[in-house]
């Protein structure tokens, strides 16, 4: 049926809520299920529990258009994956359970005599969320397999709340799936998928649902006219099939060219992120009569507070065009990319006043969104005026702290000359000298940085935050650990070594924590993926690096060992990618200063006699813009950051570099351009894939393509990894062929890492002799 809205009852819409709850109680639900210390009962209570909360914290702050089906134990895309039925042939034996089939589909499955890898992940578009890559066959079929979407529903029904459904549309499902063999394209199967999707509007339409949420952000990206013809057939089917209110959502930037085709498509409402795409705002003036527009305002990925005033005003500009029943007030996307809630922050030494003041979580930007539709309608009590003008006090005390502006950081900045991104020589020169340094065999095997932190290791640093452990006996338990991690990889047989990283709580916390112009939070945890979950430090003013952060951690490794060993950095563009970034000021400058900080620190390392140092840039694909158009300019400056952090050393230090999870197709020259001497790879689970590109560019300096996967729990053998470096000779000259793990070991545990590593080195043996 078709919902009028009142002219004086202004919605307000939240496009998707944190799952993980605000003390992770899902991730430790799922770790104790995974470990077989719980049940899939007592697994589903945690998720009924944290569902219950969201939906009544909405409810309570008078949201109207609540999100359900946003909850997922893995990956939301998954979900979809499921509920349609494209479930990859490997797992057909796993079926009988569903929940067993949804976490081998997530993360690969080793016991009762199955073995199968998991489906491929990948960043979900520029953000540090991962999803779970369909895999689409040209004789795919599918079927309605999953009713997760109704039974949420119903759930929050039974609560007395009517929420709206939400899941990915059929075009983005398609595009962001991957073709498994040749001969057809994904979108071929879009007149399959689309009596799937039928079948799911029925069903929710049938349990109650008004309103559903069909999430279609490959509306922002470069669209090809077959894929623009695939949405006016797609949405004319819906329509047709269908008489549920749909929102036809976009977001992380702007419609631009696809706005004529969002406009045309039979839907209720359209949603558009004016965070990202503020322009957007000229649609009032061309939306059809029959069309709702939802403004996308509260920025829901990152953490500064929302300037109301200005918000407002655009607000009152689409109300004056559009009236109250046309327009919606919402998040800009989904609130799973920001912390729960502000309010978890007690410890005014890792978070102060002075910068708390002028951020939100999820559950404060619930509230301001309330607060503006308030403001937007008229409501002048005495509550709304208070919080209004404590909102625009915070906002211009922002813009004057003292705290955000240092005169030497930005004296360095222009400093920087054009040599300042060169190394002394070529790759080709450099090469020799590294080679005669290092002395390494065919094959040289080597980690990516981190080994396995047990619980024993968190709970010294936990005592050390605590005042529990000293600084000295703190270190010392450290030492010990090191020790025995270089003389396991020693015993192993490693050619070149890591210290395994004990010291370090997250690859971008560590850095910021010693970084002046960051600050940080004690429960501000936002999901990468699954139940893997991280705290990124909040960038509010400009960066330097007070002291050195790495440089006795890696002096005091080496001393264990004539090995080389490996300083372990993370780069510029990740440490700005995967923070929540100051907003006022270009990022690019941002993340010059981080480069900066960096190289001071790569000058120390090498000084310190370090003869191998990482840098890590696993988000420089991550952070490309959506459009191609804007490509150029990012990657200038991103490269440009990681070439000033690498080139102030000499020829015969050796730099390596490190990405996981990215296509490399497109952005190829780029990669080369960043000169790293060694560049290591996420390879195993597109089974040697990605290095196709590289051997079509001939790609000049070495690499390590990843032969297995860490994000499962499952032990390759060493003829499992021959094959995937046999597949690699084949594409890449062996004289310039690492051999490495996927991404670090962190999250694994010793009892699958030892067997795996040794299987690895096992397998470089092998290539060698053959």
């Not at 993980?20 to 049940?39: C, M, P, V, Y």
């Not at 909405?58 to 258009?65: C, F, K, P, S, V």
């Not at 999953?146 to 983005?172: C, H, R, W, Y």
């Not at 394209?185 to 049938?206: F, K, S, T």
Request: charged fraction near 25%; aromatic fraction near 8%; hydrophobic fraction near 40%.
């Amino acid at each position: 049926m078709t919902i009028r809205l009142n002219t004086q009852d202004l919605k307000t819409n939240v496009l998707g809520y944190p799952r993980i709850g605000k003390d992770r109680e899902l991730k430790q639900a799922l770790e104790s299920f995974w470990a077989g210390r719980s049940t899939h009962e007592e697994l589903d209570a945690v998720a009924k529990e944290l569902r219950k909360e969201n939906w009544t914290l909405m409810r309570e702050a008078g949201i109207d258009l609540i999100p359900s089906n946003d909850f997922s134990y893995y990956d939301t895309v998954l979900d979809q994956t499921l509920a349609v039925g494209a479930i990859p042939a490997r797992y057909d034996k796993l079926k009988d359970d569903k929940l067993n089939l949804y976490f081998a589909m997530a993360h690969g499955y080793q016991k009762d005599g199955h073995d199968v890898i998991a489906m491929e992940m990948t960043k979900w578009f520029d953000t540090n969320y991962h999803y779970i890559v369909p895999e689409l066959t040209k004789d795919q079929t599918f079927t309605y397999y999953d009713t997760k979407a109704v039974d949420e529903f119903l759930e929050a029904k039974k609560l007395g709340i009517v929420t709206k459904p939400v899941f990915i549309g059929p075009v983005s499902f398609l595009l962001l799936g991957k073709e498994k063999g040749e001969g057809f394209h994904r979108l071929d199967l879009l007149e399959r998928l689309l009596p799937v999707y039928a079948q799911q509007l029925a069903a929710l339409q049938q349990a109650g649902a008004q309103w559903i949420q069909l999430d279609e952000p490959v509306l922002v990206t470069d669209l090809d006219e077959r894929s623009q013809e695939a949405f006016r057939q797609a949405y004319a089917y819906l329509a047709a099939q269908s008489k549920l209110n749909i929102i036809l959502t976009s977001y992380f930037g702007s419609l631009s060219n696809n706005e004529d085709l969002a406009l045309s498509l039979p839907v209720k409402a359209l949603h558009v992120d004016l965070v990202r795409g503020p322009e957007q705002i000229e649609l009032t003036k061309r939306l059809p009569k029959d069309k709702i527009l939802s403004l996308g305002l509260i920025d829901g990925r990152n953490i500064w507070k929302n300037d109301l005033e200005a918000s407002h005003k655009i607000a009152h500009r689409a109300i004056c065009q559009l009236g109250f029943e046309r327009v919606i007030l919402s998040t800009s996307c989904s609130l799973l990319h920001v912390p729960y809630d502000l309010e978890q922050e007690q410890d005014e030494k890792v978070l102060s006043k002075s910068i708390k003041r002028f951020l939100a979580f999820a559950k404060q930007k619930v509230q301001e969104l309330s607060l503006l539709k308030a403001v937007s309608q008229g409501l002048q009590t005495d509550a709304c005026i208070k919080a209004f003008v404590a909102n625009q006090r915070d906002i211009t005390a922002k813009c004057d702290s003292e705290e955000i502006h240092d005169v030497k950081v930005k004296e360095r900045l222009a400093q920087i000359r054009p040599k300042d991104y060169q190394r002394h020589s070529d790759y080709a020169h450099r090469s020799q000298l590294q080679h005669e340094r290092l002395q390494l065999p065919l094959f040289p095997t080597t980690t990516i940085g981190s080994f396995p932190q047990t619980k024993e290791v968190r709970s010294w640093r936990a005592a050390y935050k605590k005042g529990k452990l000293s600084k000295e006996e703190y270190e010392k338990l450290l030492k010990e650990e090191i020790k025995k991690c270089v003389a396991w990889q020693e015993e192993v047989g490693l050619d070149v070594l890591v210290h395994g990283e004990f010291e370090r709580n997250d690859m971008v916390e560590y850095f910021g924590e010693q970084l002046k112009g960051f600050t940080f939070t004690q429960k501000g945890w936002v999901q990468s993926y699954g139940s893997r979950c991280v705290k990124p430090p909040i960038i509010y003013g400009d960066v330097s690096r007070p002291q050195q952060m790495t440089v006795a951690w890696s002096r005091y490794a080496q001393s264990l060992t004539k090995h080389p060993m490996k300083g372990m950095l993370t780069g510029p563009v990740t440490i700005l990618e995967w923070s929540f970034v100051r907003n006022d000021q270009p990022l690019s400058m941002t993340c010059k200063q981080i480069a900066l900080a960096i190289r001071t620190e790569v000058v120390d390392l090498e000084k310190a006699g370090i003869s191998v140092i990482q840098i890590d840039e696993p988000a420089i694909r991550e952070g490309l813009p959506l459009r191609h158009a804007q490509w150029d300019d990012y990657l200038q400056w991103a490269v440009d950051c990681f070439r000033l952090t690498a080139s102030g050393v000499k020829d015969e230090t050796q730099i390596h570099t490190h990405m996981c999870y990215s296509e490399f197709n497109d952005i190829i020259a780029q990669i080369a351009r960043m000169d790293a001497d060694v560049i290591t790879i996420e390879c195993s689970r597109s089974q040697m894939e990605l290095l196709g590109v590289f051997r079509q560019f001939k790609y000049p300096n070495e690499i390590g393509p990843g032969v297995y996967d860490i994000h499962s729990a499952r032990i390759p053998s060493v003829e499992e990894m021959v094959t995937l470096l046999r597949k690699a000779a084949t594409l890449i000259p062996k004289e310039r062929l690492w051999v490495n793990p996927d991404c670090g070991l962190k999250t694994r545990g010793w009892e699958e890492t030892q067997p795996s590593i040794s299987n690895m080195v096992e397998a470089a043996r092998v290539m060698r002799k053959s």
